[in-house]
């Protein structure tokens, strides 16, 4: 029987390498993000078609609850299941609290925040229905322990910890896992905006004096969507190189 996962914001970084280690784990991929131009730089559709599973391109804003159903819907006349959702999509807005604008804490919260809400109801209802499915969120250290200039992401993130807790408790008994991991620094386009001096103050603070790769966080990722964690939900796994202790 074929499997189907849907990354949201899976053009690049984290998403992207979720989406080919989950089709090497032999899902066909449902890759989403804002629009197709976010495609047309990379190889990643064809990369996950030559492991010979499918990957279809799927856009949608997912803080939008419209946006989220057509997707969903689509998804599902294509595929026919959708057995692993990654919710992944996820941006900053990086200012301190007194400088921060309504307009940078509404966008950040709606996009990382209210679209796990939008996907996780509606692959939800489908996932309840096949009385099978693996969900995890993409949540941050941020979101564990705080971190300056972050409100807005911090709270995104300590909310998507909340909401996978929950979630986990309604969908446990329907045979669906739900699970978060929380990436400290990885090497992506989004911390790649950060300055000299703030990444050397981060290495220090980091046990392995490395930043993580993107197939670092890949790899729990496939564990978590496997059968190898059939009796792991409502967790919250740290993936930062020791940052924490
Ligand atoms: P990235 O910026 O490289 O990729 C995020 C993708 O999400 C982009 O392709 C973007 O277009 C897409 N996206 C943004 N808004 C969207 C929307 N409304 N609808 C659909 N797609 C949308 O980010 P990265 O670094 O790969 O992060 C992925 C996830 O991991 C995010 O949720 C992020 O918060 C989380 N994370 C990343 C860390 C890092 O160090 N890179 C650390 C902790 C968490």
Known sequence: MSKTA?????????????????????????LNDLNEGMFENNT????????????EIFCADVSRYDQCES??????????TIDALINNAGI????????????????????N????????????????????????NLASVAGLYGNPG??????????????????AKELGSRNINVNAVAPGFISTPMTDKLTDEQKAKILEAIAMKRYGTVDEIAGVVSFL????SSYVTGQVIEISGGLSM
């Open 113 to 136: 925040q209210k679209s796990v809400f939008n996907m996780m109801k509606l692959a939800g209802n489908v996932m309840i229905k096949q009385k099978h499915g693996k969900i995890v």
């Open 44 to 55: 990643i559709v064809n990369d996950i078609r030559a492991l010979g599973v499918e990957a």
């Open 150 to 167: 972050q409100i807005n992401y911090s709270a995104s993130k300590a909310a998507v910890i909340g909401m996978t807790k929950t979630i």
């Open 225 to 228: 969507c496997s059968e190898d």
């Open 6 to 30: 849907v990354i949201t914001g899976s053009s690049r970084g984290i998403g992207a390498a979720v989406a080919l280690r989950l089709a090497k784990d032999g899902f066909n991929i449902a």
């Open 92 to 111: 900053t807005r990086d200012c301190l609290m007194a400088r921060m604008s309504e307009e940078q804490y509404d966008t950040v919260i709606s996009v």
């Open 71 to 80: 997707m969903v819907k689509a998804i599902k006349e294509r595929f026919g």
